[in-house]
């Protein structure tokens, strides 16, 4: 069982910068791939960004590349995800999740890769 809570939303303006960051339970976090994955109102929940159970692999939506950065401590069982020149159109729910290792990194844009799930926080990008 991993239990995961999210923090570091909130409100910034278009071309700022937040890093949210996920703390997860559990003495098996370095098992895991970790993702961020984010809802937009009225929008179907999508793939930000995973990173594999050491860290050395990453994979980003084209949305995400250059902009956000996925990052993981297994020392401090948590996973960030650093935001820069943030853009209205990243103003969502965040979630981070945790998935199982043992696949492609580039399959681990699917939601149903993932077991665990945080509650998430809100990102709001002003213009």
């Known amino acids: 069982q991993v239990q995961l809570v999210e923090s570091g939303g909130g409100l910034v303006q278009a071309g700022g910068s937040l890093r949210l960051s996920c703390a997860a339970s559990?003495?098996?976090?370095?098992?895991?791939?970790m993702g961020w994955f984010r809802q937009a109102p009225g929008k179907e929940r999508e793939f930000v960004a995973a990173i594999s159970w050491s860290g050395s692999t990453t994979y980003n939506t084209d949305s995400a590349k250059g902009r956000f950065t996925i990052s993981r401590d297994n020392a401090k069982n948590t996973v960030y995800l650093q935001m820069n020149s943030l853009k209205p159109e990243d103003t969502a729910v965040y979630y981070c999740?945790?998935?199982?290792?043992?696949?492609?990194?580039?399959?681990?844009?699917?939601?149903?890769?993932?077991?665990?799930w945080g509650q998430g926080t809100q990102v709001t990008v002003s213009s």
């Open positions: 559990g003495r098996t976090f370095n098992s895991y791939v």
């Open positions: 999740a945790a998935a199982l290792a043992g696949h492609t990194m580039s399959s681990y844009y699917a939601e149903g890769r993932y077991r665990y």
